[in-house]
């Protein structure tokens, strides 16, 4: 999302993928659930727990991305290492909040392939309050970082100023339960915009 860093940075049955995702693809294969029943991923950390709904209707391939992170154990022992309040971004001329989080260091190396993007412009989804995105650099790079908004955060839509390419992020889902917690991560103390301590994720599963 910051140039510079792994950018701000983000569910998948009700939607019918138009193109094969053969193995091999950058595109992780859909999500398996029941038809029109909501997937809940639960995220444990050190400061409360995070419930997250994801939309698997309209953001299939990022859903799915997710989904074998967290069924692979990625995020377990991972961290919260990025804070962006209004206050340590002094380079930007588009402001943001959110808190960013990333994979268990030691599985860093063995992340999947990079992702296509999900523009909001396709999902009509939007960087609300609570909303749960894909960091990336470039289109299609997402791997799995992933952030959470604070506040509204329209920049970070299709057509948004906060990202020079204008693509936007993949919004794929939104917290449910725990923005207290949010919050109280983006408030931890930092350096920059890296958390000093990272706040660690204990566990994350679906719920």
């Not at 967290?70 to 309040?85: E, I, L, N, P």
């Not at 959470?148 to 992020?169: A, S, T, Y």
């Amino acid at each position: 999302m910051v140039s510079g860093s792994r950018i701000l940075v983000g569910i998948c049955l009700a939607f019918a993928l138009s193109e094969t995702h053969a193995p091999g693809t950058n595109d992780a294969s859909p999500a398996e659930g029941g038809a029109g029943k909501p997937i809940r991923v639960l995220l444990q950390t050190e400061k409360g727990d995070i419930l997250v709904e994801l939309d698997a209707a309209r953001v299939p391939v990022t859903v799915a991305n997710f989904l074998r992170y967290v069924d692979g154990k990625f995020y377990d022992g991972g961290r919260f290492h990025r804070t962006v309040t209004p206050h340590n971004q002094p380079d930007n001329q588009i402001k943001i909040e959110v808190i960013q989080a990333g994979v268990r260091p030691d599985k860093a190396k063995d992340e999947f392939p990079p992702i296509k993007l999900e523009r909001t412009r396709d999902t009509k989804l939007a960087h609300k309050e609570g909303t749960i995105s894909m960091a990336r650099d470039g289109p299609d790079t997402a791997t799995g970082d992933f952030f959470i908004c604070v506040g509204d955060q329209p920049e970070l839509d299709f057509g948004g100023k906060r990202n020079p390419d204008g693509q936007g992020f993949a919004a794929f889902g939104r917290v449910v339960k725990g923005m207290d917690v949010v919050r109280k991560i983006q408030a931890s103390t930092a350096k920059g915009q890296a958390l000093t301590p990272p706040v660690k994720i204990l566990k994350v599963t679906r719920n």
